[in-house]
């Protein structure tokens, strides 16, 4: 049974800190199932292009593309459909089955822009300029309570019904609650800098490294690009000066050439941790993107997977609120158990590139050149690390006996009623059912959809894209305990 959120100007069914890409995204989400959301962000709303997030991945294309946004992301970037590492290892992204075969690259703000206007949209109540100073809540409530200090110094308290951090590394959210953050620095004084190049590189997107520094090039398709590097011999703390001098030098050791690098119009320095929160969840609090992990930018997996941490929580959240699950704490509990061998995932595969572009000794460029000989000429191999990468082959746990397509990404499939994706927009469950199979009684919003062909597989979609159930065959008992969420 559906039920109407109650709110106050005080109170609201979920306060969001943090309003990069993953609070925006979950904001937005929230708001377009009718909920009350506040988000709030410690920064005042100004524009910045210094954004070290560059990439978009395949998947993460696909969860916007069910929000009907990715075609518009698309044209603010240049897609890629090939990574080339160290010389020799090419890795052909077309090979990927989706509709977006492709890494985007295209500059983090233009990801928040357009995900902060879709907020707007849904009802946000957008609160820059606003801090968390503390959160308390207790077992015998069914809110969260935080206080708020405002730009001018004053403070307010507001009252969710839950909350969720997606206030970054430096996580207040996080840091409230008194979680550990375990893990360690995993590189040191990486220089980031968007350039304008006097001379082409021969690939679209490089990385290469020499043992003693690596660097990385990317471009935006607007004249810019995204130049990453690191050298052994230049390890300064990330408040000391970094020119353009120092990048070139860089680049030059990595790649033999600087490409005439000039006019930056945004230069820094920063370093690099592999860390993760132990829970992501502590009662009606929850934790998602940087806050909850981060790692090295190898891969360009952090938005991703921050993106992807907002699109697992979001329906959950939702169902709870509006009353639609029977059992709302083992749902809850299930952002944790799927997102969180994610997150560690990541930051083994993130730390493994990153180590291999730092190789120095015979034996680490050993070890580099055949996992690059691998990956060359072995094509499951392949498969699997740009699946990896891209998300598109990332999967969650199934229970035991499942359908093998249980907890697997649903791709975009064109049924009679039209494209998956499409079909995904509205937030709710879509199940796909033979051709003559008639609508099922439901008691959560569903919407139903036919195959083109005469396959009888029937799948229950999750709102994020990933198969909640699956069968050979008309299995109504096994399809109703399915939609009792």
Known sequence: ????????????????????????????????QGLSVALAERRPHETSNMTRAFAVHARTLELLDTRGVADELIKTGTPLSAFRFFGKLSLDLSRLHTRFPFVLITPQYEVEHLLERRARTTGVHLRYGTELTALHQDASSDTVTAELRQADGSVTTLRARYLVGTDGVRSRVRQALGLPFPGESVIRSIVLADVRLAEEPPDLLTVNGVG???????????????????????????????????????????????????????ISRFHSDERQVPAYRTGRVFLAGDAAHVHSPAGGQGMNTGLQDAANLSWKLAAVLRGQTTAP??????????????????????????RLAMARTPLQRTVRALAATVLSTIRPAADKAIGQVSGISIAYAAPRGAHPLTAKRAPDLSLREGRLHQLLRDGTFVLVTPADATAPASPIPLVHAHWRSDRTT?????????????SDHADQAALQTALTL
Do not use: N
């Open 1 to 32: 049974m559906t039920t109407t959120p109650r709110t106050t100007p005080d109170t609201v069914d979920v306060l969001v800190v943090g309003a990069g890409p993953t609070g925006l995204l979950l904001a937005g989400d929230l708001a377009a």
């Open 329 to 354: 704490e083992a749902l809850l509990d299930s952002y944790h158990a799927e997102r969180h061998p994610v997150g560690a995932m990541v930051l083994r595969s993130s730390g493994a590139l990153i």
């Open 212 to 266: 003693d520094a690596f660097a990385f090039i990317a471009p935006f398709g607007d004249g810019w690009y995204r130049v990453m590097g690191w050298s052994r011999a230049h390890q300064a703390a990330d408040s000391d000066p970094v020119d353009l001098d120092e990048l070139c030098e860089i680049t030059r050791r990595a790649f033999g050439a600087d490409y005439g690098i000039h006019d930056a119009r945004w």
């Open 458 to 470: 029937s799948l229950l979609v999750r709102p994020d894209g990933y198969i909640a159930w699956a």
